[in-house]
């Protein structure tokens, strides 16, 4: 499975975009970028998956580059409820134990 | 709909003693994982299951074991525990066969002392 890049920290105020950005320049075509966060304390949660088009549901919208090699995850509107640490995680969707390999992720810090 | 389940909550146990966690969930999910998190750091694999009466070993499963008797539960275990095994226990599921990605559920995660 591809590595990822993912900052160790980023900071953003209540109710503006947060853009988390992610690069897996190594990614394989048949690779998947996964999104999923972990409030504190608790399990990680799903939040997004794409493999080449852009994809948007309830929680966010995944941005991948044409060329693959990067993505970014956007919250429209955040909250506080949003604090969390937010994975990039790339792999095949099938054909293997079916794992997820974290990274440390970023850590996102909304402030009011 | 519970989702994934996980049992106990928290426990403290002293070196060399033994206990189980049990993880269950109800959404028939074929894939079943045992992942633990230690701070500061992302999860790590430690044995899973492709189906009922089936288990393998994932990055770290030294000091583990599991069975998966029944479809809807995974059972992880330590025979003689040591302080290295003080961490968080996240259990997990996800269907099998699902084209275009899928969607891990994980359970609210198991506390584990060990002094």
């Known amino acids: 499975d591809a590595k990822t890049t993912q900052p160790p920290s980023m900071d953003c105020a209540e109710g503006r975009a947060a853009n988390l950005p992610c690069n897996h320049s190594?990614?394989?075509?048949?690779?998947?970028v996964y999104w999923y966060r972990q409030i504190h304390s608790q399990g990680p949660q799903y939040i997004i998956h794409?493999?080449?088009n852009n994809e948007t549901n309830e929680m966010a919208s995944l941005i991948i580059t044409e060329d693959r090699k990067s993505s970014t995850l956007i919250l429209p509107h955040a909250t506080l409820r949003d604090t969390a640490v937010y994975y990039c995680?790339?792999?095949?969707?099938?054909?293997?134990?079916?794992?997820?390999?974290f990274g440390k992720g970023t850590k996102l810090s909304v402030k009011p | 709909n519970a989702g994934v389940t996980q049992t106990p909550k928290f426990r403290v146990l002293k070196t060399g003693q033994s206990m189980t966690l049990l993880c269950a969930q109800d959404?028939?999910?074929?894939?079943m994982y045992w992942y633990r998190q230690d701070p500061g750091m992302g999860l790590r694999l430690i044995h899973y299951?492709?189906?009922?009466?089936?288990?393998a070993k994932g990055e770290v499963p030294d000091g583990y074991n599991v069975s998966r008797l029944k479809k809807q539960n995974f059972l992880l275990g330590l025979e003689s525990a040591a302080p290295s095994q003080t961490s968080v226990y996240f259990c997990?599921?996800?269907?099998?066969?699902?084209?275009?990605?899928?969607?891990?559920?994980f359970g609210p995660g198991t506390r584990l002392t060990v002094t």
């Open positions: 299951s492709v189906g009922e009466g089936t288990t």
């Open positions: 959404m028939n999910h074929e894939y």
């Open positions: 190594t990614i394989s075509g048949n690779e998947y």
């Open positions: 794409g493999l080449k």
């Open positions: 997990a599921s996800r269907s099998l066969g699902e084209t275009g990605g899928y969607e891990q559920y």
């Open positions: 995680i790339v792999r095949v969707a099938e054909g293997s134990q079916g794992n997820l390999i």
